[in-house]
T-cell receptor, first 115, second 114 residues
Framework: KQEVTQIPAALSVPEGENLVLNCSFTDSAIYNLQWFRQDPGKGLTSLLLIQSSQREQTSGRLNASLDKSSGRSTLYIAASQPGDSATYLC??????????????FGQGTILTVHP | ETGVTQSPTHLIKTRGQQVTLRCSSQSGHNTVSWYQQALGQGPQFIFQYYREEENGRGNFPPRFSGLQFPNYSSELNVNALELDDSALYLC?????????????FGEGSRLTVL
């Protein structure tokens, strides 16, 4: 059974700080890993997707890395802003078997950026 | 480009009732996945539909069922509702069959079971 764990569960930082969110997974046959943002009571917004053959992806102030050997991914947010406050979720998909279309999610990191 | 749309946004049901939730996939996408997200938890995979057939299922009982239509829109049906079915139900669309590419989610349907 694949498991995804996110640390920390909650994080509060002042505006302008650079921060790192951590995601670990047990799946040894990962196909891709996706980071999402979720605002309270809303759906998920895709931030970055890293294929298993890649090591990192960047979009604006966001950078996500993937280390399959250690079962870890990190999401780096540069120069954080109050508008970055949200829950950040990572999710992995398995490369085969009967897990077609299934993403396994972590429980998320609740980020608060205060002015 | 039209994103993923879900309806209704909120609904309240009582135990034992049945509910149908609807999802229109993003333009160009042929695969729809459904997820259940309880408060404070990550989403849990219910099932995926591709070419109008169920193509993968999570650990949910048979009273959770679905349909996909020729235009790729989808329905999630839940029979004999239980209190624990209260959750945000998320629909996601993608392109492709057996491989999960990038998923795009709708805003969800908030179900409350009393």
């Amino acid at each position: 059974k694949q498991e995804v764990t996110q640390i920390p569960a909650a994080l509060s930082v002042p505006e302008g700080e650079n921060l790192v969110l951590n995601c670990s997974f047990t799946d040894s046959a990962i196909y891709n890993l996706q980071w999402f943002r979720q605002d309270p009571g809303k759906g998920l917004t895709s931030l970055l997707l890293i294929q298993s053959s890649q090591r990192e992806q960047t979009s604006g102030r966001l950078n996500a890395s993937l280390d399959k050997s250690s079962g870890r991914s990190t999401l780096y947010i540069a120069a954080s802003q109050p508008g970055d406050s949200a829950t950040y979720l990572c999710a992995e998909s398995n490369a085969g078997g009967t897990s077609y279309g299934k993403l396994t999610f972590g429980q998320g990191t609740i980020l608060t950026v205060h002015p | 480009e039209t994103g993923v749309t879900q309806s209704p946004t909120h609904l309240i049901k009582t135990r034992g009732q049945q509910v149908t939730l609807r999802c229109s996939s993003q333009s160009g996408h042929n695969t729809v996945s459904w997820y259940q997200q309880a408060l404070g938890q990550g989403p849990q995979f219910i099932f995926q539909y591709y070419r109008e057939e169920e193509n993968g299922r999570g650990n949910f009982p048979p009273r959770f069922s679905g349909l996909q239509f020729p235009n790729y829109s989808s329905e999630l049906n839940v029979n004999a509702l239980e209190l624990d079915d209260s959750a945000l139900y998320l629909c996601a669309s993608s392109f492709g069959g057996s491989r999960t590419g990038e998923l795009f989610f709708g805003e969800g349907s908030r179900l409350t079971v009393l």
